[in-house]
């Protein structure tokens, strides 16, 4: 079936510095992938949905300087946090549209710790 | 109003009860509805679709009443293993994102 590999799984980085995540259609294109973000407690926020060969689109309040999407291809999709902050740390995590079972296909998250 | 709200939860309940979970919608063009199941620090799994005649799948049963803008789960004989957080979540009309609930979390005990 239809895999979305994303990682990491996890990192801790420092206060300021940047982070990257990557989602990877193992099985099929993803012309377009959704990245949410998701806090204790809380319900999966859709941030942005990212789109191979354009400008991804961000949901409002998302600031696009500070998550940075890149689709460069129909295989990968990335998140580069940018000069992160403790208040970034969150659970991350990407869904491609349109495979799977049902429609859609998760990878399995990113649990970031900025300390 | 949030787009779409859950009971808050959580839901205590013994092995063998049955246990029923709400969510409304606020969207009325919305278009497809789904029940996910989030264990802790991992992916929403999808559980199962809803449709407007309702379906069921085992010990699991989802309705979806439209005029009231509502979507439930039911679920019979709970198990330990359904220990989770369940969300809703239903699609915006004409696109393929999902919006999901805060979820509702249910702890099963022996």
């Known amino acids: 079936g239809a895999v979305v590999s994303q990682h990491p799984s996890w990192v801790i980085c420092k206060s300021g510095t940047s982070v990257k995540i990557e989602c990877r259609s193992l099985d099929f294109q993803a012309t377009t992938m959704f990245w949410y973000r998701q806090f204790p407690k809380q319900s999966l926020m859709l941030m942005a949905t990212?789109?191979?060969?354009?400008?991804?689109?961000?949901e409002q309040g998302v600031e696009k300087d500070k998550f940075l999407i890149n689709h460069a291809s129909l295989t990968l999709s990335t998140l580069t946090v940018t000069s992160a902050h403790p208040e970034d740390s969150s659970f991350y995590i990407c869904?491609?549209?349109?495979?799977?079972?049902?429609?859609?296909?998760f990878g399995s998250g990113t649990r970031l710790t900025v300390v | 109003r949030k787009e779409v709200e859950q009971d808050p939860g959580p839901f205590n309940v013994p092995e063998g009860a049955t246990v029923a979970f709400n969510c409304t919608y606020s969207n009325s063009a919305s278009q497809s509805f789904f029940w996910y199941r989030q264990d802790c620090r991992k992916e929403p799994k999808l559980l199962m679709s809803?449709?407007?005649s309702g379906n069921e799948d085992g010990r699991f049963t989802a309705q979806l009443n439209r005029a009231s803008q509502y979507i439930s789960l039911l679920i019979r004989d709970s198990k330990l293993s359904d220990s989770a957080t369940y969300l809703c979540a239903v699609t915006r009309a004409g696109s393929y994102q999902l919006t999901f609930g805060k979820g509702t979390k249910l702890s099963v005990i022996p």
């Open positions: 809803v449709y407007s």
């Open positions: 990212s789109n191979e060969g354009s400008k991804a689109t961000y």
């Open positions: 869904s491609a549209p349109g495979q799977g079972k049902y429609g859609y296909t």
